[in-house]
Every structure is written in structure tokens, then in C-alpha cells.
């Protein structure tokens, strides 16, 4: 017979009864691959004048119990591949950097049921509740790898400043890469703390924004009037196509350049007006992007 899907099975059922059983290779039956004409019983035929001349490409068939491993195997890998992929986006979850599609592709899972997932959800996590205080949006964004690569630059320069301040000995050119180190190890730290920002927007009366930003239990209070703002929703970054979501205020003396509050970086446009629809549905409302 040829081999099949459920070849073993008819072989552990034929085997006891027949004298000999052999396997034909599919591949290699090259007579009924070339044959224009297919059906069960011009197949059976070509592989019994393959048999009677003793041209059949027998295949390997391997014990019951080899067989049985084998699936086995196969059964627990995939456990195994289902349990690292749960594991994976709790992590996430826990990490605060949610399940978008781009970082677990960037990881290397792109499994159906993963991807199903990572289309249900947001690259960056937000709650609207209703307060005494009025309506409160609490947007969150933790860029960790934007975190991890500037605390390692900061720590970099600030140990360079260090070293250039302890071998200055009236030596000018060290004396000039002291400042230029400690710049560099401040715009570090300015990402670093940049990178972990967590804003909440409370929205106390038909006038007045409160925008409060935190970091680690350092926080700073804005009150904004809604007349400054000019749009909330999808932008990009200045001279720049990276995408994100602010808040753009408005310049009376110039027009021409307003400014903006960065809440998320990253996103797409898709999931941020899916964003302002589910905020707008629950009564914060703010003028919104074009």
C-alpha cells in the first residue's frame, strides 16, 4: 500500500494477517505521479506491476512502540510551545507593556492564537472612571527598552564624568570632556525618566483639565483651559514620522508652532480613535484631531 496519513494504523491492523506488508514511498512512485489519469484503481494497479518487478520504493516503518514515543513527543512539544506563549504575554501583562502584535513578533512567537490576541488589545494600557472630581483618565506607557538602553548610556557618561573629574589635573582637555560627559549622562536620564512617565487627565468642569504626571511617586500637577487646547488624538513626533498620542495646546504668540503633551509613542492611528471613542463614550470629551 501507499503511505498515507493513518498508515500506521492499518499497518498494526494488517500486519498480524498478512505474510508481508510493505509500505511504497509516495514520493518515489514516480509512475503514478506522472500518470495523467488518477483514481484508487489505477493507482492499485501501478503499484502491483511496481511489486511484481520489483520496483517499489519501500519506505521505513517503524516499530508500534517507536510510533508511540514519537506522538507522544509531539503531544508534550506542543504543550510545551502553548505553556511559553501563556507565559510570554502574562510577562507582558505584569511588565505593563500590554500584547501588541509588533513586540511579539519582535520576540519570535507568531502563532495564530497569539496574534488573535495581540489584535484585541492596546500598546498602552488606560482607565476612565468617574470621580468626585469629575471624569479621571489614566493613561500608561512604560517603554522598557527605551528604559534599560538609556539607564545603561547614563550610567556610561556619568561614570566617564566621574573618572575625567578625578584624573583632572590642570589639564584643559579633560577639563572641557567633563561638562560635555555630564550633558550626556542628563539627556540619559531625561529618557530614562521619559520612558516610565505615567499621566492622568481629570477633566473637573467644562473648562479646566488637570493633567498630572508621575514617575515612581514623583508627580506634577497642570491645569490646563480647554479654550488652549487644540486637538487631542493621533499625531507625530516634530520633524519626525513617529507616531503617538497628545494632547496639542495652543501658541498665542506663534501660531505656527504649538505645543504638545506626549501620552504614548508608538501607536496607530486605527487603535487611537478606537481609544478616544471608548473615552468619548463614557463623558470625556475634548476636541479632537483632524
Known sequence: MEATMFTGWIYDHLKPQAAA??????????????????????????????????????????????????????????????????????????LGLGCNRRLIDSIGSSDSELNLLA????????????????????????????????????????????????????????????????LLAGLGAFNVVNSLLSHTLTLSSPSELRVRSSFFGLSKTRSITLSDISSFGFGHFSHSLTPMLRLELRNPRDPRRSKWIEFARGTTEREVDAFLQDVEAQGFRLPRSC
Not at 63 to 85: F, G
Not at 130 to 155: A, E, H, N, P, Q
Open 21 to 94: 506488508l510493505k509500505v511504497a514511498h509516495p514520493l518515489m512512485l514516480r509512475a503514478i505521479a506522472a500518470e495523467k489519469k488518477k483514481n484508487d484503481h489505477i493507482d492499485a494497479d501501478k503499484i502491483c506491476d511496481c511489486l511484481r518487478c520489483d520496483f517499489l520504493p519501500e519506505c521505513y516503518m517503524a516499530s508500534t512502540a517507536i510510533r508511540e514515543r514519537r506522538r507522544i513527543l509531539r503531544y508534550r512539544n506542543l504543550l510545551v510551545r502553548q505553556v511559553e506563549e501563556f507565559l510570554l504575554v502574562t510577562g507582558l501583562r505584569i
Open 119 to 182: 489584535d484585541d488589545t492596546h500598546s498602552f494600557k488606560y482607565d476612565i472612571r468617574k470621580t468626585r472630581d469629575g471624569v479621571r483618565l489614566g493613561i500608561c506607557c512604560y517603554r522598557w527598552k527605551v528604559f534599560w538602553i538609556s539607564l545603561l548610556w547614563t550610567m556610561t557618561w556619568a561614570l566617564a564624568a566621574a573618572k575625567a573629574l578625578s584624573a583632572w589635573d590642570k589639564n584643559y582637555f579633560i577639563f572641557l570632556c567633563i561638562p560635555f560627559c555630564a
